[in-house]
């Protein structure tokens, strides 16, 4: 079965730039989950949606960050305009069951992650 | 404020050798997890412990969540090259929405050298 499928792998791309990360969720699973990765705040939750539906995107850390889920099987993260600060690992996760309230989340599957580096 | 702090940062050791990580927080969770990333993929499971004082074995890999589910410890016996990698650990928490939240610790990079 495939996994979570991420691109592109790597972003390079100037400041300014608008950058768009894509997602494809493992199919079954309801809840996607957008992180960023840098060495110096470790893996921070953006944003995650339970069936489509964004649940919680206090993460996000500006406006120049947005996320959509037109549908069950794909997932966008876009960052316009982009800054250096930016420059981190993005990965996206599904989960098979809801993370809703009174409902335990259960296991996260990650994708391999997109390296953006914005210059 | 980083709810999660695991220590130590970085361990670089040689094979053969038993090593633990921690995993400490102020707050009480739910369950906790551990994961392991080695570079250029992402995070995988290992383990989800859920009730206070639970110990789970997997290999040469011992997890324990601690009595008032606020810490949790890692022990690796004999560790192996192949045992490599940033190995982090995730509690969930049901936040003020009454939704279950997952928060990643800051991580620990483990070396093994042959």
């Known amino acids: 079965d495939a996994g979570v499928i991420q691109s592109p792998r790597h972003e390079v791309t100037e400041m300014g730039q608008e950058v768009t990360l894509r997602c494809k969720p493992i199919?079954?699973?309801?809840?996607l989950f957008w992180y960023r990765q840098t060495m110096m705040r470790g893996l921070e939750l953006l944003i995650y949606?339970?069936?489509?539906?964004?649940?919680?995107d206090s993460g996000m850390p500006e406006d120049r960050f947005s996320a959509k889920m037109p549908n069950a099987s794909f997932s966008t993260l876009k960052i316009q305009p982009s800054e250096p600060r930016d420059s981190a690992v993005y990965f996206c996760?599904?989960?098979?069951?809801?993370?809703?309230?009174?409902?335990?989340?259960?296991?996260?599957?990650f994708g391999p992650g997109t390296r953006l580096t914005v210059l | 404020t980083q709810l999660l702090e695991q220590s130590p940062q970085f361990l670089s050791i040689q094979e053969g050798e038993n090593l633990t990580v921690y995993c400490n927080s102020s707050?009480?969770?739910?369950?906790l997890q551990w994961y392991r990333q080695e570079p250029g993929e992402g995070p995988v499971l290992l383990v989800t412990?859920?009730?206070?004082?639970e110990v789970k074995k997997l290999k040469r890999l011992t997890f324990q969540f601690g009595d008032a589910r606020k810490d949790s410890s890692l022990h690796i016996t004999a560790a192996q090259p192949g045992d490599t990698g940033l190995y982090l650990c995730?509690?969930?928490?049901?936040?003020?929405?009454?939704?279950?939240?997952?928060?990643f610790g800051t991580g620990t990079k483990l070396q093994v050298i042959p």
């Open positions: 996760a599904s989960s098979p069951r809801t993370s809703g309230r009174g409902m335990i989340a259960d296991t996260q599957y």
């Open positions: 199919s079954g699973h309801n809840s």
């Open positions: 949606f339970n069936n489509n539906v964004p649940i919680d």
């Open positions: 707050s009480v969770f739910s369950s």
């Open positions: 412990v859920v009730t206070g004082g």
């Open positions: 995730a509690g969930k928490l049901e936040d003020s929405g009454g939704y279950q939240k997952v928060t």
